[in-house]
C-alpha cells in the first residue's frame, strides 16, 4: 500500500477525482496536444502544466495558423508564366535587364518564365493548354479589374492556390488581346466549356489606366508580382 501511494495519489478537487503522478513521471516541459470538443466542433490546444493539477483549454489563434499557412506557401514550388505575343530579341536591352532583375530576386520564391508566341493563333493554343490544366489564368487588359498592389499581392496567392501552384499571365502584342480572348470579358455568363478556350471563366486585370506597350507592361508585371511576394512576407519592401 505504501509502495503503490508512492506512485500515485488519489486527490478531491472541487468533487473531481483526479490521478495525478509524482514529479518522476512528470516531463518538465510542457508538451502540446490536439483535444476536440464533440459537442461543439471547436479545436482546442491543450496546454497541461508540468506541476499542475488543473491543465487549461485555449482556442487557437485562427488568424495567426491562416498567417503562417500564407507565408509557408512562400516556399512550395510556386510557378509563374508570362505568356506574350512577340520576339525576345526585339526587346529593348535595358528592359530585358530590369526584367531579370526581378526574375532573379524573385527565384527563391516563386518561378518566373516568360512564354514568347509568334502570333495570336499560337498565344491561344498555349493558354488552351493551360487551361486545360487547370492553371490560373489572368488575363491583362486596359478594361479589366484594377488592384492596389496590397489587394493584387492577395489575388496573385488566392489564384496559385486555384491553379494548384501554377499561374498564367496573359499579354497580348503590340494591338493588345486578340478578339477570341476579349469576348470572354463580357460573357457574364460564361461559365466553361471543354470545347471553348477556357475551361473555367478567366480573369481580366488592368495593370494601369494609362497605355503601355506590351514589354513595359511585362516589366511592370514582374516588378508587382515580385512585389506581392515581398507583401506576403512583411518585408518592408512595400511601403504605403
Given at each position: 500500500?505504501?509502495?503503490?501511494?508512492?506512485?500515485?495519489t488519489l486527490?478531491?478537487?472541487?468533487?473531481?477525482?483526479?490521478?495525478?503522478?509524482f514529479?518522476?513521471?512528470?516531463?518538465?516541459?510542457?508538451?502540446l496536444?490536439?483535444f476536440?470538443?464533440?459537442?461543439?466542433?471547436?479545436?482546442?490546444?491543450?496546454?497541461p502544466?508540468?506541476?499542475?493539477?488543473?491543465p487549461?483549454?485555449?482556442?487557437?489563434?485562427?488568424?495567426?495558423?491562416?498567417?503562417?499557412?500564407?507565408?509557408?506557401?512562400?516556399f512550395?514550388?510556386?510557378?509563374?508564366?508570362?505568356?506574350?505575343?512577340?520576339?525576345?530579341?526585339?526587346?529593348?536591352?535595358?528592359?530585358q535587364?530590369?526584367?531579370e532583375?526581378?526574375?532573379?530576386?524573385?527565384?527563391?520564391?516563386?518561378?518566373?518564365?516568360?512564354?514568347f508566341?509568334?502570333?495570336?493563333?499560337?498565344?491561344?493554343?498555349?493558354?488552351?493548354?493551360?487551361?486545360?490544366?487547370?492553371?490560373?489564368?489572368?488575363?491583362?487588359?486596359?478594361?479589366?479589374?484594377?488592384y492596389?498592389?496590397?489587394?493584387?499581392?492577395?489575388k496573385?496567392?488566392?489564384w496559385?492556390?486555384?491553379?494548384?501552384?501554377?499561374?498564367?499571365?496573359v499579354?497580348?502584342?503590340?494591338?493588345?488581346?486578340?478578339?477570341?480572348?476579349?469576348?470572354?470579358?463580357y460573357?457574364?455568363?460564361?461559365?466553361g466549356?471543354?470545347?471553348?478556350?477556357?475551361k473555367?471563366?478567366?480573369?481580366?486585370i488592368?495593370?494601369?489606366?494609362m497605355?503601355?506597350t506590351?514589354?513595359?507592361?511585362?516589366?511592370i508585371?514582374?516588378?508587382?508580382?515580385?512585389?506581392?511576394?515581398?507583401?506576403?512576407?512583411?518585408?518592408?519592401?512595400?511601403?504605403?
Amino acid at each position: 500500500c505504501i509502495l503503490f501511494s508512492h506512485f500515485f495519489t488519489l486527490m478531491l478537487i472541487e468533487k473531481q477525482v483526479v490521478f495525478a503522478s509524482f514529479s518522476t513521471f512528470i516531463p518538465s516541459k510542457s508538451y502540446l496536444h490536439q483535444f476536440h470538443n464533440s459537442n461543439t466542433n471547436n479545436n482546442y490546444q491543450y496546454v497541461p502544466h508540468s506541476l499542475s493539477l488543473n491543465p487549461t483549454f485555449k482556442k487557437p489563434n485562427t488568424s495567426a495558423i491562416s498567417t503562417a499557412r500564407r507565408k509557408s506557401s512562400l516556399f512550395m514550388g510556386l510557378e509563374v508564366n508570362i505568356r506574350i505575343v512577340g520576339r525576345k530579341n526585339g526587346i529593348e536591352q535595358w528592359l530585358q535587364e530590369a526584367y531579370e532583375m526581378y526574375e532573379t530576386r524573385l527565384s527563391r520564391d516563386i518561378t518566373v518564365q516568360t512564354t514568347f508566341h509568334k502570333n495570336n493563333s499560337d498565344l491561344i493554343k498555349g493558354i488552351k493548354q493551360d487551361s486545360n490544366k487547370g492553371y490560373g489564368i489572368v488575363l491583362l487588359d486596359e478594361k479589366g479589374k484594377a488592384y492596389t498592389s496590397q489587394e493584387f499581392s492577395g489575388k496573385v496567392y488566392d489564384w496559385l492556390d486555384i491553379g494548384g501552384s501554377r499561374l498564367v499571365f496573359v499579354i497580348g502584342g503590340a494591338d493588345g488581346l486578340p478578339p477570341e480572348l476579349k469576348a470572354y470579358q463580357y460573357d457574364y455568363n460564361y461559365g466553361g466549356s471543354s470545347d471553348g478556350i477556357f475551361k473555367t471563366k478567366p480573369i481580366f486585370i488592368c495593370l494601369s489606366l494609362m497605355t503601355f506597350t506590351h514589354q513595359w507592361a511585362r516589366t511592370i508585371l514582374i516588378e508587382q508580382i515580385y512585389r506581392a511576394a515581398e507583401i506576403q512576407k512583411g518585408s518592408g519592401y512595400h511601403k504605403e
